[in-house]
């Protein structure tokens, strides 16, 4: 009988080989299709991410060009006036409010109560926090005492906390502790800072603050902030109030305004032909009471300011009411060093619940204000002489109403939203332009 071999069964030795190598082989081929997949998944990332840049830019600059639509525009009407409307410009930017460029469109909207509005936002159209009063303050919803103070005790330029208010000793154990501004806020988000100011009374549903109702604020509980989905925006305060605002801005000729605490007499006349040396130098005369404001203009005869002074002849004639408004649309009382004036109430655009804010305009006054102006229709107040029109409104009554509302914007807030067409992508600024230099300044810009 033959010795069974112990070898038998099992592979050659040249067959082990083989298959080794083939293993070595197959993992070569595994480790290589694994670079090659890494390699293209990159690639493949880096040529997405470069794409969503490439849409990045193309979305942000059609926002941009919808911004310097409205730049154009506002800086075409300061050049060309037109004493007919008071929504001339705003007509003519709102025309404006769509466009392309290659490859991406823009849309320049806000949302105003229950409607969408094409084109910029007249600031003027909320109440300047800056020039509230704490009665003013308090008109606003859920407002209280200790948040008004602080509010006014913020702005004001004093070291002395209202009875209610927080000045900087409030402030210094917060971590980190910083201080009050005591100067006029640069933005209302500025007021989060305010002792006592919530977010959430602040914003309402336009968590975002920018003047429109986006997905995520009319979408209830499926996403921050907290809204009723109910289609409307709800603003909260930011609805009524605004930092955004300036008084003052180039006169209606387009020309920069006279300061009456550095004219000349000849530089008066010569700037409006309708007046004398006589009334010019009255008018100055005027202007160096320190109490002295342009709406005195209304109701104090050039007249009653001569008998007053030896230097002005006794004969001197009393400005008409068109001679009046022009004068206060050329000159200015506050000079440049002071910095800018916080804008008054656009008695055509705004709401009648931000007019509410004013305590200084009582309830039937506010109903007879609004009243005329609904029947005037798209013309609306072209100055604020139209008042003496409605029955029972007197110069007296305009001079006293003028430090607090206008018919004229300075101020308007461009919120473009700039969209790639071929990936969908959106990049939005909001801006805040004014009629107060040519070139028209930018103010502010956010761009989201």
């Known amino acids: 009988?033959?010795?069974?071999?112990?070898?038998?069964?099992l592979p050659a030795?040249?067959?082990?080989?083989?298959?080794?190598a083939l293993?070595?082989?197959?993992?070569?081929?595994?480790?290589?299709?694994?670079?090659?997949?890494?390699?293209?998944?990159?690639?493949?990332r880096h040529a997405y991410a470069g794409r969503e840049a490439v849409a990045l830019t193309r979305a942000e600059w059609a926002a941009r060009a919808g911004l310097e639509s409205a730049i154009a525009r506002l800086a075409y009407n300061i050049e060309n006036a037109d004493a007919g409307s008071s929504f001339t410009t705003y007509e003519d930017m709102a025309d404006l409010s769509q466009g392309t460029v290659e490859g991406a469109a823009w849309e320049v909207l806000y949302d105003d109560?229950?409607?969408?509005?094409?084109?910029?936002?007249?600031?003027?159209?909320?109440?300047?926090?800056?020039?509230?009063?704490h009665d003013d303050l308090l008109e606003l919803q859920y407002?209280?005492?200790?948040?008004?103070?602080?509010i006014i005790d913020w702005i004001d330029e004093d070291d002395t906390p209202s009875e209610f208010g927080a000045e900087e000793g409030s402030y210094a154990s917060v971590n980190p502790p910083y201080e009050p501004r005591n100067g006029p806020v640069r933005s209302i988000r500025e007021l989060e800072l305010v002792r006592g100011v919530q977010p959430d009374l602040l914003r309402g549903e336009d968590w975002n603050l920018n003047g429109?109702?986006?997905?995520?604020?009319?979408?209830?509980?499926?996403?921050?902030?907290?809204d009723n989905s109910n289609g409307v925006l709800d603003a909260g305060w930011s609805e009524h109030i605004t930092a955004s605002s300036v008084d003052f801005g180039l006169a209606f000729s387009g020309e920069e305004r006279l300061d009456l605490s550095i004219a000349s007499a000849d530089e008066l006349t010569s700037r409006m032909s309708f007046l004398s040396t006589a009334q010019a130098q009255a008018v100055l005369e005027h202007a160096r009471n320190p109490q002295a404001t342009i709406w005195d203009y209304i109701i104090t005869p050039l007249t009653t300011i001569a008998r007053q002074s030896d230097a002005i002849p006794d004969n001197i004639s009393?400005?008409?009411?068109?001679?009046?408004?022009?004068?206060?649309?050329?000159?200015?009382?506050?000079?440049?060093s002071a910095g800018p004036v916080p804008g008054r109430l656009n008695?055509?655009?705004?709401?009648?619940?931000?007019?509410?804010?004013?305590?200084?305009?009582?309830?039937?006054?506010a109903d007879i204000l609004l009243l005329e102006r609904n029947a005037r229709g798209g013309a609306g107040f072209t100055t604020m002489f139209d008042l003496l029109d409605i029955p029972g409104v007197t110069p007296t009554t305009v001079a006293v109403l003028s430090p607090f509302i206008d018919v004229r914007p300075n101020s308007y807030v461009v919120t473009s939203r700039g969209r790639d067409e071929g990936t969908g992508i959106e990049v939005e600024l909001t801006a805040t332009i004014e009629r107060s230099a040519l070139p028209v300044p930018v103010t502010s810009l956010i761009i989201r």
């Open 318 to 336: 009393d400005l008409s009411f068109d001679e009046i408004e022009e004068l206060i649309d050329e000159v200015t009382l506050n000079p440049a």
């Open 1 to 9: 009988m033959t010795p069974e071999n112990p070898w038998h069964g």
């Open 23 to 44: 293993v070595i082989v197959l993992v070569a081929v595994a480790a290589v299709t694994l670079v090659l997949i890494t390699l293209q998944s990159t690639a493949l």
């Open 212 to 226: 429109r109702l986006d997905p995520n604020e009319d979408d209830g509980d499926l996403s921050w902030p907290a």
């Open 143 to 150: 407002m209280t005492e200790d948040v008004a103070d602080a």
């Open 113 to 133: 109560e229950q409607y969408e509005r094409e084109g910029p936002a007249d600031a003027h159209a909320k109440m300047n926090v800056n020039r509230m009063s």
């Open 13 to 20: 030795r040249g067959q082990t080989r083989r298959a080794f």
């Open 347 to 365: 008695l055509n655009t705004c709401q009648r619940d931000t007019l509410d804010l004013l305590a200084a305009i009582d309830a039937t006054t």
